[in-house]
T-cell receptor, first 115, second 113 residues
Framework: NAGVTQTPKFQVLKTGQSMTLQCAQD?????MYWYRQDPGMGLRLIYY???????DKGEVPNGYNVSRLNKREFSLRLESAAPSQTSVYFC??????????????FGQGTRLTVV | AQSVTQLDSQVPVFEEAPVELRCNYS??????LFWYVQYPNQGLQLLLK??????LVKGINGFEAEFNKSQTSFHLRKPSVHISDTAEYFC???????????FGQGTRLTINP
């Protein structure tokens, strides 16, 4: 019963390097999300996907791209990492009931440091 | 668009005292409401949720919350806290047709012995 699985758990990048954070869910959910968490800022939505084949920007999309590869997988890509992207990243998924998203299930997070 | 405001960024309380963490939301349509807890260096875990029905919702670890539509609030309460309740708590809202969940800024609950 894996739920939402994120990889990697930790990553250190040099400024300008690129990387992709992977996320997969096994609950057959339509909606998937990427959030970043910074001290004192709460959770901020980077991108979300309401269904396979669709993606939309959240509050803080600059410097990121996403791919909804299929219903299970939603990846986040940093094309040219910057120190301001040092953060903890969370992937989440949820189902839709009566046109509202129900509870989100979260992965364990990726702690990313850009030096 | 929906939004969530958690009115306190930090709440210190003594062990066995009651606590209330405040959450207000803004939305012109129907909503679902959630409280999540994040223990140090861990992911987010659902505490409780309001989808419909009774406005008083009970969750895990003795927490409960009351949905007040007229005041657009969803405050979290516990009658007697324990050291193990030390964590960050997040309120979240899902609005009809919005296709996304929006989180508040979080409230750090610190329990003093």
């Amino acid at each position: 019963n894996a739920g939402v699985t994120q990889t990697p758990k930790f990553q250190v990048l040099k400024t300008g390097q690129s990387m992709t954070l992977q996320c997969a869910q096994d609950m057959n959910h339509n909606s998937m999300y990427w959030y970043r968490q910074d001290p004192g800022m709460g959770l901020r939505l980077i991108y979300y996907s309401a269904s396979e084949g669709t993606t939309d920007k959240g509050e803080v999309p600059n410097g990121y791209n996403v791919s909804r590869l299929n219903k299970r997988e939603f990846s986040l890509r940093l094309e040219s990492a910057a120190p301001s992207q040092t953060s903890v990243y969370f992937c989440a998924s949820s189902e839709v009931l009566r046109l509202l998203n129900t509870e989100a299930f979260f992965g364990q997070g990726t702690r990313l440091t850009v030096v | 668009a929906q939004s969530v405001t958690q009115l306190d960024s930090q709440v210190p309380v003594f062990e066995e005292a009651p606590v209330e963490l405040r959450c207000n939301y803004s939305s012109s349509v129907s909503v679902y409401l959630f409280w999540y807890v994040q223990y140090p260096n861990q992911g987010l875990q659902l505490l409780l949720k309001y989808l419909s029905g009774s406005t008083l919702v009970k969750g895990i670890n003795g927490f409960e919350a009351e949905f007040n539509k007229s005041q657009t609030s969803f405050h979290l309460r516990k009658p007697s806290v324990h050291i193990s309740d030390t964590a960050e708590y997040f309120c979240a809202v899902s609005a009809q047709g919005a296709q996304k969940l929006v989180f508040g800024q979080g409230t750090r609950l610190t329990i003093n012995p």
